[in-house]
Each structure stands twice: as C-alpha cells, then as structure tokens.
C-alpha cells in the first residue's frame, strides 16, 4: 500500500462535490404562477400573437434582449435548435459551406448539416481551444457562406480578426455561446459581435432551464426567420411571412412555458453564478501559477477578455510530467477529485463525417449534386486539435457554484499528492 489512492492509500477528499444546479425560490414561484394557469405552452402555429409564445416565453426573451443589448432574442427549445434556426435563418443551404472548429459539442457543427450545408473544420489555436483566424483563412473556398465560432470553454476566439475576415469575403458570423454567456471580449458580450449568437440552457450549462436555448440578434431578417423556423413558418408565409419563403420550413423548436419560467429566474442569477465561476478559476489560477508543477499549464486569459471558466482547462505535457496523461488524471479521480482529459473527439472523426451520410443511405449531402467543393474529413486535418484531444488537454469541472473555495483545498492538496509521489505512480505505470 502506498501513499496514493490509486494504489490504495487514503483519499483526499471523500464527500463529493456539492452538486449544481441549485434551484432557488425564485424558480419555483414562477413555475407555479404556470402552473396555476394551467397553459404550459402559449404558443399556436398560426398567424396572430400565440405565434410568438406565451407570456414567460416573451417575458425571458425581454430580459435577454435587455441583458444582452440586442434588438431581438427568440428562445428555442435548444441551443442545438438555435444554431440550426440561425444558420437557415442566415439563408444559408444546399451546396454551401460553413467553417467550424472540430473542438466543440457535435451540435455546433450538426446544426450545419441540418440546413443541409456542409461543415468544413478549420484547426484552434492551441492557447485557447478556439478556432484559429489563420486556419479559417485557409479554408475558405467561393463556396463559403459563413463561420460558426464556438467561444469553447468559456473564453473567447479572436473575434476582431474573424470579424475582419468574415467582413473581407462576406460571411455570416454565428457565435456559438453556450459555454461562454456574459463573457467578454473587448468590452463587447460574446453572442453580440457576429451576426446571431446562440444561448443554452441544457441541464450542464452555466444557468438551466433543463433543456433551452435563446439566438440573439440585431438583425430583423435574422430573428423573424428563425421566429418561424422556430413554429411550423410553413403554415403562415403566405399572408405574414416574409417575401422570400426560402428557408422558412418551419420544425418545432418551441419553449414551454415552464422552462421559460426556470429559465427567468435563472437568468436573474447568471452574474453572481459568473462571478463566482471566475472567483474559483481565480483561486485555482493563482495555486497553479505558485505550485508551477512541469508539465501543467493553467489558462492562458488574453488581454481584454473576461474568461467565464464553463470548463477549467490545462495543458499536460506527459514528458515533462514523466507519467501518461491518463496515468495522472486516474490517479486525480482516485483521490476523489473529477478531472476529465481531451474533451471531445475531433467532430470530423464521427463515423458521420467518416462515412459521409447524414441524411438517408446515398450520401446526402455531401454528395449532393449541387454541392461542388470537396470537405475532407480524414485523421490529420486538423493536428492541433488531435494533440489536444489524444495528449495534452485537461479540464477540472469545478468552477461552479455552489462549491466554495474551500472545496478547492481538496483539489490542490491531490495535486500536490500526486506531484510529491510521482515515483509511486510511475511504478503503478509500469505495472499496468
Ligand atoms: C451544450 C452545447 C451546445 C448544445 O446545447 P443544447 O442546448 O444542449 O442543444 C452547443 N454548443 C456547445 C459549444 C455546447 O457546449
């Protein structure tokens, strides 16, 4: 028996952690206002005001509006459906391209495929996991529509060259927001700089209403599009529609009311729950920097940005280290600490993107004849982006509330552990 936990030494830390969300009087009050009303949703696909939802839908999307500085918000009943209704609701369609990172949640780069463009992944920038300004320059073909840009674990992309690029060829700029509301860049909230910017509430998210998600714009031919892509837009273009009809199929994207109330009183809460995330990625920052272990790198924050830490990442460097990457982080878990590594596969590895079917069995749309370029998807695309998925990315899922700086203790006393036992865990290696 050693001294680690993973070779059966005592654990240090034994309660979990407090578990998120927590959801307050606030929330339930407004649930029940609903619920006594006994309309759960207020929305009707037909022309009049039941087209744009009930009363607690309307009331969030005022308070995003307002929040936010934005001419509209329309809430959906994702962020996965916000990305899709904003992305059609842009106009873009069979035979374009759109740019993406290959580092995010599938659904940023699904909601693509679902108006029946094509993803093309441009590589991140490894400081800070988002999409690399050169790489999209890279990418772009004439085919080339528009950028999703995902501010990845709460931090933002470089988003006045982005911008710069987007103005140059005429792209539509889609920030996806759902790991980064109230961060900032430059002074500017993220989801505000390009053309729409999409909002989650799921489950995991910074504030929650269970499943949810707010696209919010300046743009008016944006919002009312994505208003009837939203709720059945089919059924009412012909006398209150736009003129084009393009891209108004409409699915069913639409918030209960319920949610919507959840969400109200959630939202209210979303600067404190901000703080706080950055009070604790602070703290966790500041042990890092001291303890200044090789081979652990904490977030690099770039000048002007306000990082949101909806995941805490670092960078591992095994050689440094001296142990495999997932040697350590099992060695993290075992002292009761949770600690993820890669994040998530490089979207184009799906067997989606390997097989290039998402739609039916021929192919579609990949092969679609009126697609004419040429996205590749195979291993090596974007090396920068395998490195961080196969070696040296690390996250601590830990920056939220309602866990205190205290609990922090735990987590720097179990790195502090590992690093002081190093020899232990390289034994334990060598005989698994
Ligand atoms: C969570 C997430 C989404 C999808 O959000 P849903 O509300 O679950 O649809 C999209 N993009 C990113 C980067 C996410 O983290």
Same mark, same amino acid.
């Given at each position: 028996?050693?001294?680690?936990?993973?070779?059966?030494?005592?654990?240090?830390?034994?309660?979990?952690?407090? $578990? !998120?969300?927590?959801?307050?009087?606030?929330?339930?009050?407004?649930?029940?206002e609903? =619920?006594?009303?006994?309309?759960?949703?207020?929305?009707?696909?037909?022309?009049?005001?039941?087209?744009?939802?009930?009363?607690?839908? =309307?009331?969030l999307?005022? &308070?995003?509006?307002?929040?936010?500085?934005?001419?509209?918000?329309?809430?959906?009943? !994702? /962020?996965?459906?916000? @990305?899709?209704?904003?992305?059609?609701?842009a106009?873009?369609?069979?035979?374009?391209e759109?740019?993406?990172?290959?580092? #995010?949640?599938?659904?940023?780069?699904? $909601?693509?495929?679902?108006?029946?463009?094509?993803?093309?992944? /441009?590589?991140?920038?490894?400081?800070?996991f988002?999409?690399d300004?050169?790489?999209?320059?890279?990418?772009?073909?004439?085919?080339?529509?528009?950028?999703?840009?995902?501010?990845?674990?709460?931090?933002?992309?470089?988003?006045?060259?982005?911008?710069?690029?987007?103005?140059?060829h005429?792209? #539509?700029?889609?920030?996806?927001?759902a790991?980064?509301?109230?961060?900032?860049?430059?002074?500017?909230? *993220?989801?505000?700089?390009?053309?729409?910017?999409?909002?989650?509430?799921?489950?995991?998210?910074?504030?929650?209403?269970?499943?949810?998600?707010?696209?919010?714009?300046?743009?008016?031919?944006?919002?009312?599009?994505?208003?009837?892509?939203?709720?059945?837009?089919?059924?009412?273009?012909?006398?209150?529609?736009?003129?084009?009809?393009?891209?108004? @199929?409409?699915w069913?994207?639409?918030?209960?009311?319920?949610?919507?109330?959840?969400?109200?009183?959630?939202?209210?809460? @979303?600067?404190? *729950? #901000?703080?706080?995330?950055?009070? @604790?990625?602070?703290?966790?920052?500041?042990?890092?920097?001291? !303890?200044?272990?090789?081979?652990i790198?904490?977030?690099?924050?770039?000048?002007?940005?306000?990082?949101?830490?909806? *995941?805490?990442?670092?960078?591992?460097?095994?050689?440094?280290?001296?142990?495999?990457?997932?040697?350590?982080?099992?060695?993290?878990?075992?002292?009761?600490?949770?600690? %993820?590594? %890669?994040?998530?596969?490089?979207?184009?590895?799906?067997?989606?993107?390997?097989?290039?079917? /998402?739609?039916?069995?021929?192919?579609?749309?990949?092969?679609?004849?009126?697609?004419?370029?040429?996205?590749?998807?195979?291993?090596?695309?974007?090396?920068? #982006?395998?490195?961080?998925?196969?070696?040296?990315?690390?996250?601590?899922?830990?920056?939220?509330?309602?866990?205190?700086?205290?609990? &922090?203790?735990?987590?720097?006393?179990?790195?502090?552990?590992?690093?002081?036992?190093?020899?232990e865990?390289?034994?334990?290696?060598?005989?698994?």
């Amino acid at each position: 028996m050693g001294n680690l936990a993973i070779v059966g030494g005592v654990k240090t830390r034994v309660n979990p952690f407090p $578990a !998120s969300p927590v959801i307050g009087e606030e929330e339930r009050r407004l649930v029940n206002e609903v =619920l006594d009303t006994g309309q759960l949703s207020g929305f009707i696909a037909q022309a009049g005001d039941r087209f744009l939802g009930g009363p607690k839908v =309307l009331a969030l999307e005022a &308070l995003v509006k307002q929040h936010f500085s934005v001419e509209y918000a329309v809430t959906a009943n !994702s /962020a996965t459906a916000g @990305l899709h209704m904003a992305i059609a609701a842009a106009g873009i369609g069979p035979g374009d391209e759109v740019i993406v990172t290959p580092y #995010t949640m599938s659904a940023s780069a699904a $909601a693509i495929l679902m108006a029946n463009a094509i993803p093309v992944f /441009a590589d991140i920038d490894e400081d800070i996991f988002c999409i690399d300004p050169d790489e999209i320059e890279k990418k772009i073909t004439p085919l080339t529509k528009a950028i999703v840009v995902v501010h990845l674990f709460g931090q933002s992309a470089d988003m006045d060259q982005i911008m710069a690029i987007a103005k140059k060829h005429r792209l #539509t700029v889609i920030e996806d927001t759902a790991q980064a509301p109230d961060a900032e860049y430059k002074g500017k909230l *993220l989801g505000t700089i390009g053309d729409a910017g999409i909002l989650s509430l799921n489950q995991h998210k910074t504030i929650t209403s269970g499943e949810g998600g707010v696209l919010i714009t300046n743009r008016k031919d944006i919002a009312e599009k994505a208003r009837l892509i939203r709720n059945h837009g089919e059924v009412i273009v012909r006398d209150n529609g736009p003129e084009s009809i393009m891209n108004t @199929l409409g699915w069913n994207y639409r918030m209960t009311e319920l949610e919507a109330a959840v969400a109200i009183g959630q939202f209210k809460q @979303l600067d404190f *729950l #901000t703080e706080h995330r950055i009070g @604790l990625a602070e703290n966790l920052s500041e042990f890092f920097k001291q !303890s200044a272990y090789k081979g652990i790198t904490p977030p690099v924050i770039r000048e002007d940005n306000k990082h949101v830490y909806f *995941l805490y990442p670092m960078k591992f460097n095994a050689q440094k280290v001296g142990v495999r990457r997932e040697t350590f982080v099992k060695a993290i878990l075992a002292e009761g600490v949770p600690m %993820g590594q %890669g994040y998530v596969e490089p979207i184009y590895m799906e067997p989606l993107y390997q097989n290039k079917s /998402a739609y039916g069995n021929r192919g579609c749309p990949f092969s679609c004849s009126l697609y004419k370029g040429s996205a590749q998807y195979g291993k090596g695309l974007c090396p920068v #982006t395998e490195r961080m998925y196969e070696f040296e990315v690390i996250l601590l899922p830990l920056c939220r509330y309602p866990i205190q700086i205290k609990d &922090l203790d735990d987590v720097k006393q179990a790195f502090e552990k590992v690093f002081s036992n190093l020899d232990e865990l390289k034994e334990y290696e060598k005989s698994t």
